[in-house]
């Protein structure tokens, strides 16, 4: 059979029965919607968790017993360590400075204090461009067996915290997607069936006039296409204004202007797309092959 | 009726079956203890021993339930028989796999008493689509599907939804749906069923007509006044 005689066809399945075309892409659409939603806020919280950490970067405190010579050696060595933006030496004095700053009016309660009480420390920035939160606790540990280098802080709590509630989301993402993947499954290829056994006079009829399977199967698989496109395409569309209304919302606002919200990346908008398209028309295929076995 | 016979031969599988259909014998329609059952143990049918030449028009007659719809349908290979062997214009059916089937169909015209026509197709696609699953263009078959509801009288229903047709008529786009391919063989189970005294007459004549050009006819019902007073043969189930 001819492209251009299954194009036809289809054109005029689609014309003859939209009300069940439009209620199924609906459907395609509202269940890849769901999922496509959820995708969308795990990446997000992914991303503030990358960013967060390496915003933070490393704070490194020397023991008080090290010599002062050897200060501009293990600057040096910290600016060679890959991915290191910026080093900053904090002297004891400084630290004590900062602290006074930060106590503002309470900072009488350091009257008395030696002003070197507080350990040397270097403030290390790490690049964010080429940087993972992985890498900089492994960086953070290498660190830490120098013998020089008391103690490495990097915001483990804060981090180990966002970790974790990221771990239960990305966990209840995986969950939630498997069931809306089973629901959409299931739903998708009931309204299938239900199109399929709507039509089953056509199809008995075109069986009997010497119709082939391909005959009979490609206008519906083509359709099913289209229903996937369009669904996923709709669903997509839906979530990108939802972006677009969230990014107006953290632009507008003071409290939050830092958090930058992003769009799902193209490989994972061509897999959805894929992944609707391959399910209606598998399922497509599937009720198909029921019939026409029979 | 005028029916123009342009080639239907799209593809090379086609154009097999029509070699080997084709053959010339003069028996187009052979039965070889043919028997029917269905589990757990209906036996519709034994041992049908049956040969109907070329261009011969054949009443199947009996009481309803005796197995005259199956026996078309096994023609048809809609269903398979349970033992013996059917041959259709030397072709075993036997042999003829589940892909080939439908090639086979388009060279036996089948009618039915309750018509099957697609009630969302206008009359002119309901016929038109018997010459388009064989890969036929809308245009190159409009001429052809023209001609053949010329000759069962609806050229001026063309455009006209079945639901807006009489039963008659509706028969008459069946019988223009079975044979605008043309088919060597035309089976018909009780298309006159559904119709009054006058509809059964046009079906009859148009029935006779189709014979005449030269399509060999299975005729089943149990109407016993429709072969009465005539010449053909008469196969009783």
Known sequence: MSLVIICRRTLSDLKQHLYTQLVTTVVVSLSILIFSFFTLIYFNLHQFVERFGTELGLVVFLTEKTPQEKIPVLYQRLTGLPGVERVTYISPEQAFKRLKDYLKDEKDVLEGIDPKFLPPSFEVKINRAIFHLKKLRLLAREIGHWPEVSRVQYGQTWIERLESFLRFYRILVLVSGVLLVFTAAFVVANTIKLTVYARQEEL????????????????????????????????????????????????????????????????YILAIITISILFCVSGTAISMWRFLRQ | MAFSQPSLLPDYIEAIFFIMFFKGSPVIIRLQKVTKRYPPDNTVFSDIDLEIERGEFIFLTGPSGIGKTTMLRLLFCAERPTSGEIWIDGVALSSVSNSQIPYLRRKIGMIFQDFRLLSDHTVFDNVALSLEVTGLKREQSRDRVVKVLEGVGLAGKMRQYPFQLSGGEQQRVAIARAVVNRPAIVLADEPTGNLDQERTNEVMMLMEELNARGATVVFATHDDRLYKNTHRRIVKL
């Open chain 1, 204 to 267: 008995k009829v075109m069986r009997l006039v010497g119709a082939t399977n391909s005959f009979i199967q490609g206008p519906f698989l083509f359709e099913a296409f289209i229903q996937g496109l369009l669904g996923s395409g709709l669903a997509i569309g839906i979530v990108f204004v939802c972006y677009r209304y969230l990014q107006g919302l953290t632009s507008g606002s003071e409290l939050l202007r830092g958090i930058h919200v992003y769009f799902l990346p193209w490989p």
